[in-house]
């Protein structure tokens, strides 16, 4: 199996640490609003590296952690007049619905930062021992230039940061040693949530929390580090200064890093204020829909949301369930048990087929090439399954096609159910529009419902509809 590893610029060759075993660590989400879709794509695509390795035989250990303190969460809680720890359990909860809502998987441990002072205090703390950060006015820096290897993730060197960071110094931040060193520990200021330390009453930098709970839930040493690309620098640059600094071993064997989710080419951001959270979405389309658009393009593209790729993906995804309820429907037959012998060469296809899909994820998972391969199956079921077909034949079309979309994530039968009510919904809308004499209107949801594929039947009991 392959993996681009951002620190080697490389696809590389994926060997576990340990045999069959899989240590994994993605950065989550701070939690002081809804996530937007943005946010989704790291999540569903490292599910679904996870789901690919478990397929694969491996045992994952898979820790998310959600940030639930800082500066934004902060600001949050004094608009709303209320508890910072509300907002974040607040906003956990609806992110854990989200999940949910895109079969999403819980992780094996989610961490909270602030569930965890206790080993980041304790790690700061060595830091400081080893000479690797310092305190001043109860402040803690880490001593970046120490580090020998600082830059080797990020791809940039010493001096070139120290140019780019000069403002720094002359900005009031006067009591570094130096402008690149970065904060451990912060002491509070009036009104925000503390923690007790020997430096001061305060709270931890973002960095070192991702660094004390992986060491805490994985250890020293982990197989894949992963998250969005904005994230390689500062944060994983410093989280592997600040892990290793301590460890003397390399902390993360590959770093995967997934490419933003535009729209008209922009990075979808809150601050940008250019974003659709999930539940925005899912008022038009299923999870699973917006599981299956994110899975269409490779981790590592740019992809653009658009209202029309999401429409294709809805109707590539209703096609995808046709030709499986199409099975299901051959399989309820009184078709002959056995396999017989002029499907054998269908079912060659078949295998080869798989093996198409299983290339194309062990090829630094390319969902997209493997969503194809699944596409391929169903253009095969549907042009050699019928009533002559043998039951084993049928059944093993059927479970092989649910199988690797439920490697993806994409729960075959939850689209279906929710995808029919749409339609019923479509249907009234039209039936009332009728009724009015709107048929205008009429006519645009019958066109609508055509590009889903959906026939509609006017009879003198009302409106029957099938798929295509
Ligand atoms: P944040 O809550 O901003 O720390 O982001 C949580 C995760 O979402 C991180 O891995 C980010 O890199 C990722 N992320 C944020 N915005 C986008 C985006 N537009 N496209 C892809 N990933 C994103
Ligand atoms: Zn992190």
């Known amino acids: 199996m392959k993996i681009y590893n951002t620190l ?11 045999p069959n075993q899989v240590k994994m660590y993605v950065c989550g989400p701070t939690v002081y609003d809804y996530i937007h879709i ?6 569903v ?8 390795f478990e397929y694969k035989g491996y045992q994952v250990n898979y820790v998310s952690n959600f940030t639930d303190i800082d500066d934004k969460l902060i600001q949050k809680a004094k608009q709303e007049q209320t508890e910072v720890s509300l907002i974040a359990q607040h906003f956990i909860l609806t992110c854990k619905q989200d999940m949910e809502s895109l079969n999403i998987r819980p992780a094996t441990v989610h961490p909270l930062a602030t569930n965890e002072m206790d080993s ?20 803690v820096y880490f001593r970046t230039k120490k580090f020998s290897h600082y830059g080797s993730l990020s791809h940039k060197n010493l001096e070139d940061l120290q140019s780019g960071n000069r403002t720094l110094l002359v900005s009031g931040v006067a009591q570094k040693e130096d402008p690149l060193d970065f904060v451990l520990w912060k002491p509070k200021k009036e009104g925000e949530p503390f923690w007790s330390s020997t430096w001061s009453e305060g709270r931890p930098g973002w960095h070192i929390e991702c660094s004390a709970m992986c060491k805490k839930y994985l250890g020293d040493q982990i197989d894949i580090h992963a998250g969005g690309e904005d994230l390689i620098f500062p944060h994983h640059e410093n ?8 460890s003397e071993t390399q902390f993360a064997r590959y770093w995967m890093h997934n490419a933003f989710l535009n729209i008209n080419h922009k990075k979808m951001a809150k601050s940008e204020k250019n974003f659709f959270t999930v539940r925005e979405i899912a008022e038009k389309y299923s999870g699973n829909i917006l599981r299956f658009f994110l899975l269409n393009a490779h981790y590592r593209s740019p992809l653009n949301f658009s209202e029309d790729l999401m429409l294709s993906a809805k109707n590539a995804l209703e096609r995808l369930i046709t030709g499986i309820e199409k099975l299901s429907t051959l399989e309820a037959q009184n078709l002959s048990p056995d396999l017989q012998e002029k499907e054998r060469n269908d079912q060659k296809q078949l295998h080869s087929l798989i093996q198409k899909y299983e290339q194309a994820m062990e090829d630094d998972f390319n969902t997209a ?47 279906n159910e929710i995808l029919d009510e749409e339609i019923e919904e479509l249907i009234a809308q039209r039936t009332q529009a009728r009724k009015e004499k709107n048929f205008t209107l009429a006519d ?9 594929d959906i026939i509609l039947e006017d009879t003198r009991n009302g409106v029957v509809w099938k798929r295509l």
């Open 8 to 18: 080697t610029k490389k696809k590389e060759e994926f060997i576990p640490l340990e």
């Open 38 to 43: 943005g946010n989704a794509r790291p999540m």
């Open 45 to 52: 695509i490292f599910d679904t590296v996870r789901r690919y």
């Open 120 to 139: 980041i205090i304790e790690m700061i703390t060595m830091l400081i021992q080893k000479g690797y950060a310092y305190p001043k006015e109860g402040t």
């Open 239 to 246: 989280e592997i200064a600040q892990s290793e600094a301590l």
């Open 369 to 415: 090439d493997a969503i194809a391969a699944i596409f391929e199956c169903i253009k095969l079921s549907n042009s050699t399954a019928n009533q002559n077909s043998s039951l084993a034949y049928v059944k093993e079309c059927k479970t092989c096609i649910v199988q690797l979309c439920s490697v993806l994530g994409i729960d075959t039968e939850r689209a």
């Open 444 to 452: 645009d949801i019958r066109k609508q419902l055509e590009k889903m």
